[in-house]
């Protein structure tokens, strides 16, 4: 079976994008959705989850089988959303909003 044609388990994607979200410290109330060609998510979190859904395949070479696997996907998938999310704005205000002032 092609690659992309392959979900991932819904525990599997809920679990990345938990750790995508740590991993980039978005504010619940960042506009992430433009960026990653999600504009119609209504958080942070669907935009992570559905690029996470729809994109896994361009960060990993092979259906991820193993817990290593998982764990670099979700690294490259993690420093990506921050690179374009940083292209998009222009700089890390997105960041930094009133509910986590000290990031």
Do not use: C
């Amino acid at each position: 079976m092609n690659k992309k044609t392959q979900q991932l388990d819904t525990k599997t994607i809920q679990s990345m994008t938990a750790q995508v979200l740590m991993s980039i410290k978005a504010s619940p109330n960042a506009n992430v959705g433009p960026a990653l060609a999600f504009g119609a998510a209504k958080s942070v979190e669907e935009a992570v989850r559905l690029y996470i859904m729809e994109h896994w395949h361009d960060h990993l070479n092979h259906y991820p089988e193993t817990q290593q696997d998982i764990v670099m996907l979700t690294g490259r998938i993690s420093l990506f959303i921050n690179q374009t999310m940083t292209s998009y704005y222009g700089d890390y205000s997105w960041q930094h909003v009133p509910e986590y002032p000290d990031l």
